[in-house]
């Protein structure tokens, strides 16, 4: 039939339902893609939405850095002049406050930065001033000056350092020249080791506790005191040895390094 309808230059037509057919088969790929945006666009517009609302990790992020930063600022160290007045206003402050003013005229309670003590005595009534170690804790020094405290006496105070501070200063050692501590000057007298100055302390001072029992009246509790403080002085040897001279001749732990 072809190659009759060729031959006879036939025009085929198409119905109207083969028409209607193959409309609507042309018509449908086109529709699905209109209807459907591209995969290239979906990806840019997701991006375009990310730049603009932010992720929710990043908003906690910055609530973070937010309420750090507002911590830091309340921590921000305080002026000293306010740390001053607060300290100031404590009742330790005060009581100390007090008791400087009190050790500046001589009196108040026993301390190691006191520089004179009077113990309701006029000034001019002060005959001795006490030369001892500037830290407090050389031991001869100590019982001198728990004996002065415990009688009472008024007295002077000058600190010196003890030789492992460094060396000792010229004028102390001019009238001084051991340089060693406790001294007291009585009268324009100076007078050292620790024994000696407690007994004539207890001669010059008999009123109050008895501190060093007067040999010719106890001769047995002198013996017994004296025992005593050879005893201590024996101890302190040795610590100080264990301590400054751990080696080298006859130095170490109680006399024993080597």
Request: aromatic residues 8%; proline residues 7%; hydrophobic residues 35%.
């Amino acid at each position: 039939m072809l190659r009759l309808g060729n031959a006879l230059s036939l025009t085929l037509t198409p119905g109207p339902r083969v028409r209607s057919i193959a409309a609507s088969a042309a018509s449908k790929p086109h529709a699905q893609r209109a209807s459907q945006p591209q995969r290239g666009v979906r990806f840019t517009q997701r991006q375009a939405s990310d730049r603009l609302v932010p992720k929710p990790s990043t908003r906690i992020s910055n609530q973070k850095s937010r309420s750090f930063a507002r911590v830091t600022a309340s921590m921000a160290p305080p002026e000293w002049s306010h740390l001053k007045e607060k300290v100031a206003s404590t009742p330790t402050a005060k009581q100390l406050e007090e008791q400087v003013k009190q050790l500046a005229v001589g009196a108040g309670k026993a301390d190691s930065n006191a520089k004179l003590r009077l113990f309701g005595h006029k000034e001019s009534d002060v005959r001795i001033t006490l030369y001892r170690d500037h830290a407090a804790w050389c031991p001869y020094c100590q019982k001198v000056w728990m004996m002065f405290e415990e009688k009472q006496i008024p007295y002077r105070i000058e600190k010196i350092n003890m030789r492992s501070y460094g060396d000792k200063p010229d004028w102390f050692l001019k009238k001084i020249s051991s340089g060693l501590l406790p001294v007291i000057e009585l009268d324009g007298k100076m007078i050292t080791e620790s024994l000696v100055i407690m007994q004539i302390l207890e001669r010059e001072y008999p009123g109050g506790a008895t501190m060093i029992p007067n040999p010719d009246s106890d001769p047995g509790g002198f013996k017994r005191v004296n025992g005593l403080l050879r005893l201590e002085r024996e101890l302190f040897g040795d610590w100080c040895s264990l301590i400054f001279r751990p080696s080298g001749g006859g130095g170490g732990l109680f006399g024993m390094g080597g």
